[in-house]
């Protein structure tokens, strides 16, 4: 047997092996009907000689899909449906596998999925690597000189067209492309539930998966994070006599999944300040969305980078998923504000702290940013005169003038923004107090108690106005 035998050979047996321990299967995947139909024209053509045929078939595939580790497996199971053998190569044997000859007679009919990596990558014209140009014309020059007698079909996966060099997506090479829409929020919800396991988790987990779908999406969707989450979150129900449920998933997006004990908290002035910090984000997101944005949690335990924590409503962050309004950017930055105005408002203005709201502000700022210098956002948005007079964009880099015209306008809207949320807090004191003598006293509060909160104070509320 020959050296480029013993490659193929072995990778064969090694994606074999791999293919065995996958426990996914295409009913796993969501809208790939397209790939189930290519899987069956693979099946009905393996032995068709024609070259036309498998021109139509395609030799390169290219799966354009957010989360390209996926790629390998569709193939994987692909291959398995149509009969095909199943290779994959590794993104840093790309480079190499290739100088030795592919045992096609004993291989096809076969798949080969290529990790994808630098092989791949864009050639920069001003800085040329004559290595890698070398490398990516001889690869497209084995996919282009298809044999329908012995049918190898190559196949990778990229995020966005412009992962892969151009000079690749061409007739003959990786000419059909099948686009994995994104997920809708339940099945990430879904897909993630499936991980920690639908048997350990609770109806707030299992009947709400858009809203988990929600928290995936905003907290981490990335499959290699979910992966650590999902096993930490096993050893949390490991050594809880309970089903997990929501609050569980929310903690643990909010802390991370390292484990530590509660760092205690050295003085009540300290425990006033984190209370009242975190207090004026919960009535801020109360008051400012009349109770639509409930916050899911809300805690006065320290953390390693934070005093507290308040999680906004998933439900109410599912209404302008990625398609954010005005009124949701000025809702935020208002939440976002009220720590540092609660802080003003009950310990008074030389008593606020310095850092605690340093990211906040950050946050803000950088809203104020996209809306001012890149969406052409007015500040007077609410007069219908002045909407048009802010639609000059900042393109690629901005210059001198626009920073300062960015700025200027920053400054006025968040000025504009903490007046509006202190006169609010002005209205409804007793509201921000209950709120931080409950923290004070609980450290934590759950959405179903910030609710009770607040509906008891609008009880009260309405009929002292009686």
Known sequence: MT????????????????????TKTLDDFHRIETIKSWGQELALSKDNKDTN??????????YLMDNIEDGEILTSLVAQKAHFSFISVPKHEVMDAFKTEIPKETLAPCLIYLEPGDWMKSLDKEKPDL???LIQRYLQNIITNFDPNFPIVFTTS????ADIDSSFRKQGVFDRRFEITERTLIEKGHDFVMQIGFDICDTSITKQLDKVGKLVDHEYDDRRIQGVVAIAL?????KINRQLNFLDLIDMSSHGSGERD???VHSDKYLNMIAAHEAGHVAAAMLDSNGLNIPEYATAFPGRDFGGLVVDSYDYMKTYHRQMSYRDYEHKIRVGLGGRIAEH???GAENMTVNTASSDLESATNMCRTMFGFSGISLDIRNPENVSDNLAVIVERSTASEDVHVENLTRQFLKKQYDHVFNLFSLNKDLIIQ???RLKAQRVLDQKELHMIYESYLAKSIKKAA
Do not use: C, M
């Not at 050296?3 to 996958?22: A, V």
């Not at 990229?158 to 067209?161: E, N, P, Y």
């Not at 096993?234 to 490991?238: D, E, G, N, W, Y």
């Open 3 to 22: 050296n480029s035998q013993n490659y193929w050979e072995e990778k064969l047996s090694i994606s074999s092996i791999q293919i065995t321990k996958n």
């Open 53 to 62: 045929n498998w021109s139509l078939i395609g030799h390169g595939i290219l």
């Open 131 to 133: 290595d890698l140009e």
């Open 158 to 161: 990229v995020k966005r067209l």
């Open 234 to 238: 096993k050893r949390i129900h490991a």
């Open 262 to 264: 509660a760092i205690p």
């Open 345 to 347: 408002f009950i310990l």
């Open 435 to 437: 709120i931080i003598n």
